[in-house]
């Protein structure tokens, strides 16, 4: 059974930083992209970043220089990583990961989804 299970969030105040994990599991994810989210209360989910199987990355005008991701490909568990500093309240959202492939950038269609972390920053 794939999992895709995000860890990390949680209440950080404006200026700080946290490092957001998610954990993939249940197949081998060779080959496959590992992309980003985010979704705050009554707004649509959002790209945020996305890396290939060999590095190349991709992110959002809106965290760019703030936030970076990262990944590590073992066989059995592949886990990638969002380090995020410099917060804005603006960034308080549900973040999810999700794993698809071919790479496409921004437009990388996913197949499996996490279900989320909060991360809440306050002002």
């Known amino acids: 059974q794939v999992q895709l299970v995000e860890s990390g969030g949680g209440l950080v105040q404006a200026g700080g930083s946290l490092r957001l994990s998610c954990a993939a599991s249940g197949r081998t994810f060779s080959g496959y992209a590992m992309g980003w989210f985010r979704q705050a209360p009554g707004k649509e989910r959002e790209f945020v970043a996305v890396?290939?199987?060999?590095?190349?990355?991709?992110?959002s005008d809106s965290v760019k220089g703030r936030f970076t991701i990262s990944r590590s490909n073992a066989n059995v568990r592949n886990t990638t990583f969002l380090q995020m500093n410099r917060l804005k309240p603006e960034d308080t959202a549900v973040y999810s990961c999700?794993?698809?492939?071919?790479?496409?950038?921004?437009?990388?269609?996913?197949?499996?989804w996490g279900r989320g972390t909060q991360v809440t920053v306050s002002s």
């Open positions: 999700a794993a698809g492939r071919p790479y496409a950038g921004p437009s990388t269609l996913y197949q499996y």
């Open positions: 890396i290939s199987w060999s590095g190349s990355t991709s992110y």
